[in-house]
C-alpha cells in the first residue's frame, strides 16, 4: 500500500522560511516523479515544483521560482520542498504527489498525501 505523508506545514511570517517533508512508503521516491501542489480556498489546485526521476531534474511555477526548492534524499525515501521568503500568497494546503514523469496536470498523479497547511501571515 502507498503512503504519502506532508509534515512541517504551519503558521510564519512573510519573509520567513518553512520545510515541507513528504515520507513515502509503499513506493520508492527515487523512480517517480515528485511534486508538490498547493490550493488555497476558493481556488484550483495548482502545481508547485517537480523532481523528475532519475536525473533530478526540476521545475518550478512562476510564482515560486528563485524562492522554492524541491529535492529528495533517496535513502530516506523523503522529499521535500525548502520554502524561503514566504508571502502571504503562499498560504495553502500543501500536497505531495508521485507520478511516471513531471507533469502540469493534477490528473496526471497517481498517489497523493493528506496535505499540509501553511499559513503566511503577521
Known amino acids: 500500500q502507498v503512503q504519502l505523508v506532508e509534515s512541517g506545514g504551519g503558521l510564519v511570517q512573510p519573509g520567513g522560511s518553512l520545510r515541507l517533508s513528504c515520507a513515502a512508503s509503499?513506493?520508492?521516491?527515487?523512480?517517480?516523479?515528485v511534486a508538490w501542489f498547493r490550493q488555497a480556498p476558493g481556488k484550483e489546485r495548482e502545481g508547485v515544483a517537480c523532481?523528475?526521476?532519475?536525473?533530478?531534474?526540476?521545475n518550478y511555477a512562476a510564482s515560486v521560482e528563485g524562492r522554492f526548492t524541491i529535492a529528495r534524499d533517496n535513502a530516506k525515501n523523503t522529499a521535500f520542498l525548502q520554502m524561503n521568503s514566504v508571502k502571504p500568497g503562499d498560504t495553502a494546503v500543501y500536497y505531495c504527489?508521485?507520478?511516471?514523469?513531471?507533469?502540469?496536470?493534477?490528473?496526471?498523479?497517481?498517489?497523493w498525501g493528506q496535505g499540509t497547511q501553511v499559513t503566511v501571515s503577521s
Open positions: 504527489a508521485t507520478a511516471d514523469f513531471c507533469r502540469p496536470s493534477p490528473e496526471s498523479y497517481d498517489y
Open positions: 509503499g513506493i520508492g521516491l527515487d523512480y517517480s516523479a
Open positions: 523532481i523528475s526521476p532519475s536525473n533530478d531534474n526540476t
